[in-house]
Structures are given as structure tokens and as C-alpha cells.
């Protein structure tokens, strides 16, 4: 009984002393008596099904490192179990239901076999079929055939492959959390991924390899990434379709209702890719390991490069020391082949210098022994015509031929001493004129030559043969592609020919067409030229001797000698072009030309000099 407290203000009178409080008991009634009637019914059947537990003793291999929280979640699960009101079922809510807690299994929901199943199946048979149940715990006879109709539809939905694996795949108990990048995931990455991991592996249809530790080789994590970024799950998303396609009343709408759930289906499996690869790039984005093997990995490569750079290197101070061997031994052979060839040049050098000293002393001796004679004479005038002869006798002759002429004179009968010497002297005028005759008829074989070759043109356009045989022979030796062909070519007829007629570019061309044209005349050309090279070659064979010589000179001027040749450029040499009398110089050491002869014969060599330089730059 509640009494209000006393305030101060308030007086109180007592009227009669209060009796002792008694305990009635109260029956329950109404919405009060069913509850109270639930929970002693539930306590009941909690007990039974703790006693009739199927064993929990198998385990799923793919847990992997998850075997120390599998414990706190089973006992989760039967907790969870033990608070489930199986009696506040509805059948109109059957599909959001838990199957497996409605038959007893959520401990071991998807790990649950179909003995397991069966068994507990049976047992809610047992206690909640409405035959079974007697006065039904003061329930309703509808509460109990809706209870046992969600039992029986639990059991529907997980004895069939097919639906069991659509339910397991939206299994409300199950974690899709995926660790984020934190700093903490990186610290603890087995820790936090291994659980994670082996949760998800349940959904590939395949065995998929553990994260391992921090222990594991490169071989092994690589595996791992590679099998689970081509992981092919079998998680479908049919159980929570939104449209029930029995209900369709026309075949239209369930196309369009099997339409809508495939377009749902669609995209909550692209969000489970998503979902999937989010864990397995946040993985390898944390995974230590891998920060280690890219480290590794860089680490050798650079070991490898700086391997290569050094073997490549080494190479290279091998090459550049064979190089530098190679070069010094070069230039020791060079230095040793220019020393050889110095020493030769030296002994060369005396030997000429011995030659000529020789010769020196012999030509002094042969004119000592001329003036021991008197010269053979007694006259003056003829004296000097024999001084003239004596000096003849010792530039035309060689060294053998004054030691025998000077035994000659050494005889002590005067007559025969002299007779000896007029018979050189006549020898050497005969053989100088032998060879001036012989010179002069050379020069008048070449005069006709030329005329001839003159008078052969005809019907050859002013060519005679010999400039179409240097035409064809140039044509040869400046093929196609030469810079400026033509003009070269003209250049080098111009410059051997000795027609003396002067050819252009056109020219050569139109000629060497009709040469094309017309093969006979180049037929008619190589028989000339074969028969010119036979007369040619036929007479030096005959032994007939040729004066050697480097060029004829003009009409009615006696052809240069070598030995002339050779005196001229020695005089030149020897003379320099500031002496004023250098001309005079050069024809007193030359001996048999006059200065005018000189002067035509340098003309001469630099008027040749220059065309063969102005050929040579149309060439190049």
C-alpha cells in the first residue's frame, strides 16, 4: 500500500493503527497469461534442443587461420540460437526467416551436412507438429500449423542443392566487411586479411591457397594473388529477388518479371566483383611482403645491371687494351720499316754518291790523260775542237766505257793514242746520229699516221678512228651516273687524241649513239685498233730500237732525248726563276739546246701539266 510522504506544513491526525500486510496470489489473465504460457514453453524447448545438438565437431579446411574466432562465433550463433522465437513465426515473412535457426542449425549454418539436416528436421517434427503437440501449450491451432509451416519450409529451402545455395549465398550472418588501408592494416596485415580471406574463400568454386605469413616465399604469395584475382565464385543473388515470377498471370509478364530479377541479379553481382577485388587490391596494397619482393626484385636488378655495366666495361678495357697493343705494334713495325728504309735510302745515297764520285774521278782521270796528250794536237784551234770532243766523250759515256777508252790512251805511241780517241769520237757521232735519224723518221711516221687518220673520215661525221676507239674506251671507263659524263668524256678525247680537234659533250653523245646504232662500226674500230697495237708491238719485237722520249716537239724542231729531259729539269731545279740569267744557265747545262729551245720545250711540259689537271677536275 503506497502512503504519500508527510509534508511540513500539513497536519496529520491519527485515527486507527494500520493491519499487517497479507500475500494474495494473482492467476494471470488475457495477453498476460499467453506471454507468461511462451516463455515457459520456449525455456523448455531450449533445453531439449541443447540436449539433442547435433556434434560440432567438423570444420571447414578454407578457415584457415580463422579457427581461434570460430569458437567466439559459434557460441554467438547458439546464443543467438537460444533467443530465437521460433513461436513469433509468421508464414507471410517465411523468406526473410533464418532456415537455419529455425531448424536448430544456426551454429552451423552452410557448414551443416544433410545427415545434419535430416536429423534436425526430425526433431522439430517431433516437437512442433500440430498432431504432436497435444493442447498446444495454449496456443491456437493456427499458430501452431503456421509455426510448423515456416519448420517445414526451412527444411524445403535447405534440402535442395540449388535453393540451399541461393540462400547461402544471401546468408545474413555473413560478413562483407573489407578492411580499408589504414595504418592498422598495414601493422597487423595477417591478423586483419588471414579471417577475411578465409571467409570469402567459401565462395570459389575451387580450393583457394592461404595468405600464409610473413615467412611465406615469393612463389606461394604470388600464387595467392593470382588465384584470387581469377577467382570464380559461385555466390548468386536469386534468393533476393523482388518479383516472384509464379504470380505472373500472363506469359508476358513473367518475361518481364524474369527480366527485372536478371537485371537485379546483374548488378548485385557486379557490386560482389567490386566487392571482391576492393579486398584483393587492398591486400596487396598492405601486404608487406610484397613490399619486400619489389624491394628484393629492384635490389638484383640493379645488382644485375651493375653486374653488366662492370662485365661491359672490363670488355671494353680489354678491346682498348688489344687496340693499344695492336697500334703500338704498329708503330714499332712502321718505326722499324722507316728505319729499313732509311738505311736503304742512305746506302742508296752513298752508292750513288760512290757512283758518281767514281765517275767524277774517272771523267778527271780521262781528262788528265786527254791533256797529257796535249789533246792530240799541236794546233790551237784544233785543240779546242778536241777539249769539245773530250767533254762529249765523258757526258755521253758511262763509267766502263772511259776506264776502257782511257786504257786506249794509255798506250805510249802518241799516234795510236790518238787514233783511238778519233775513233770514239766518230763512234759517238754516229751513234747520235743514228739516233737523231732514227728520232726524225719516229716523227714522220706519226705525221702520216695522223694524216691518214685525217683522211679516214668520211662518212664517220669527222671522227677517225682513233677518237671513236678513245670515245669507246672512255664510254667504258666513266659508266652511268658519273658526274657530268659527257663533258669528262669529251675532256679525256680531247686530251689523248691527236687529231687535234676539239669535241663537246653533244658531240660524243650523237657519236656514241651512232655507234650503238650501227655495231659495224665498232667492229671496223676494234679491227684498226688490234692492227695498230700488232704494228706496234711487231716492231718492238723485230728489235728495232725506239728513241725514248717524253713528247715530240713542233715541226722542224729535233725531238727531246731523256737524258735531255732529265738534264732540263735538273737545270731548272738547280736555276731559280729570280736569276736573270737562268735561261742561258739552263741551255749551257743542257748542252745541245739553245735558249729558245728551252723556253718552247717548258711551254710545252706546262701547257700538259695543265690539261691533264683541268681532265682530272672535270672528273671529280
Sequence with gaps: MYLPPVEAECQTTALAPLSALTCCPVERVGRWYGLNARRQRDASLRASASHNSVSTDSSDATDGGATASSGAETLALRNMQNDFDLMSLDPKDKKEQDHYAVLGLAHLRYKASDDDLKKAYRNMVLKHHPDKRGDGGGLSRERLDAVFTCIKHAYDVLSNTTSRRSYDSVDPTFDDAVPSMSANSKSNFISVFAPVFARNARWSKARMPLLGDDDTSYEEVDNFYSAWYDLDSWREFSYLDKEEVDKAESREERRWLEKQNKAARAQKK?????????????????????????????????????AKAAAAKAAADERLRIQREKEEAERKQQEAEAEEARLQAEAAKKTRE????????????????????????????????????????????NIKELEELRGLLAVPDFDEAKAAFDRSVAELEARQQQEVQQAAEAAAKRSQDAATASSDVSSKGN???????????????????????????????????????SRTGKECIAMAKRLQKDPSLKIEINKKAFERFDKDHGQAASGES??????????????????????????MKTFPSSDPDRWDKISGAVGTRSVVEVKKRVKELVDKVKARKAAASSKS
Design 463 to 501: 671522227w677517225p678512228n682513233e677518237d671513236m676507239a678513245l670515245l669507246v674506251k672512255s664510254v667504258k671507263t666513266h659508266p652511268a651516273g658519273t658526274v657530268n659524263r659527257w663533258d669528262v668524256i669529251a675532256a679525256f678525247v680531247n686530251q689523248h687524241s691527236s687529231s687535234r680537234q
Design 354 to 397: 760512290a757512283a758518281k764520285k767514281a765517275m767524277q774521278r774517272e771523267r778527271k782521270a780521262f781528262r788528265t790523260a786527254c791533256k797529257d796528250k796535249n789533246y792530240f794536237t799541236e794546233n790551237d784551234a784544233k785543240r779546242v775542237t778536241y777539249m769539245e770532243n773530250v767533254e762529249r766523250l765523258c757526258e755521253a759515256c
Design 270 to 306: 557486379k557490386e560482389e566483383s567490386i566487392r571482391l577485388r576492393s579486398l584483393i587490391d587492398n591486400a596487396y596494397a598492405c601486404d608487406p611482403r610484397i613490399k619486400r619482393f619489389k624491394e628484393e626484385a629492384k635490389r638484383k636488378k640493379e645488382d644485375q645491371k651493375a
Design 546 to 571: 725506239v728513241p725514248t722520249e717524253r713528247t715530240e716537239g713542233p715541226s722542224g724542231m729535233t725531238p727531246w732525248t731523256a737524258d735531255e729531259q732529265k738534264l732540263l729539269e735538273k737545270a
